[in-house]
């Protein structure tokens, strides 16, 4: 049997992680009838990543001796977080369709209400309907996720190898 690296590993899992998140929420009904939830749960879901990446280099610095780079600890987290949004991607796109395929709309209409409550003008509500009904198109999703998953991982990595060699005791 074929032993994928540390990379892989902790990418399928992360991916995996974060969409056991999406799965909870929805049945804890943070997707459909508890959207005012909804709307604050899913930030929690950004500490997926936090605790995959640190693990994974803490693991790789093991490998390693303690010897790793900057530049080592960013390849490794870039691939985790690649890794995981590509299977998040394919995940949200399986959820969208076919889990909860309304939970888009639900949420538009809701924050819509929200506007119209708060005072909002025609023309301010329209634009946002518009925009998010867009932003929530399924290639727009996997392209801000594949983008948005990557590059937030990356950020997560740089700060976390940052610490990690802050830290590090010098031989």
């Not at 995981?84 to 076919?98: D, G, M």
């Amino acid at each position: 049997m074929r032993k994928f690296g540390i990379e892989i590993t902790y990418g399928i899992f992360c991916g995996l992680a974060m969409s056991a998140w999406i799965l909870i929420e929805f049945f804890l009904g943070f997707h459909t009838t508890s959207l005012e939830i909804g709307q604050y749960s899913g930030f929690f879901s950004f500490l997926v990543p936090v605790i995959f990446i640190f693990v994974a280099l803490r693991k790789k610095q093991l490998q390693t001796n303690g010897r790793l780079s900057i530049n080592d600890g960013i390849n490794v987290g870039f691939q985790i977080a690649l890794f995981s949004s590509i299977i998040f991607a394919v995940f949200l796109y399986f959820y969208n369709h076919h889990i909860n395929p309304d939970w888009i709309e639900r949420m538009v209409e809701w924050q819509r209400k929200n506007l119209i409550l708060n005072g909002a003008s025609d023309d301010e509500i329209g634009r946002f309907t518009e925009q998010n009904r867009y932003r929530n198109s399924v290639i727009a999703q996997g392209i801000m996720n594949l983008v948005n998953s990557t590059g937030i991982g990356v950020g997560i990595t740089i700060i976390e190898i940052s610490v990690i060699k802050f830290f590090q005791k010098k031989y």
